[in-house]
């Protein structure tokens, strides 16, 4: 089986995030647009189903030519992110 690349690492707003292409386990907040470091986006915040903690988000539009990559993907924080029992 081909070895999936390792998800790109962003800057989120409590530190290191990262960049995947779908995520479970989630809910969806409403769409709004929101000024973040790379320009204008419409993102729609991600929480985790079974605890409800806000998770990320997810990038709905991208307004910067340059950003269009990030559509329809999602923003995981590595701080909100609990694995209990250790990695």
């Not at 779908?22 to 991600?46: P, W």
């Not at 030519?65 to 992110?81: C, D, L, P, S, W």
Request: charge should be positive; include cysteine; proline fraction near 6%.
């Amino acid at each position: 089986s081909p070895l999936t690349p390792p998800p790109q690492a962003f800057q989120g707003r409590h530190g290191r995030a990262y960049l995947f292409n779908d995520v479970t386990n989630i809910t969806l907040g409403g769409k709004e647009d929101r000024m973040l470091m790379t320009g204008l986006h419409t993102v729609r915040d991600v929480f985790c189903t079974p605890c409800g903690n806000l998770m990320g988000w997810k990038y709905e539009t991208a307004y910067e030519t340059g950003q269009k990559y990030k559509e329809g993907k999602f923003i995981v924080e590595k701080a909100m992110v609990l694995h209990e029992g250790g990695w």
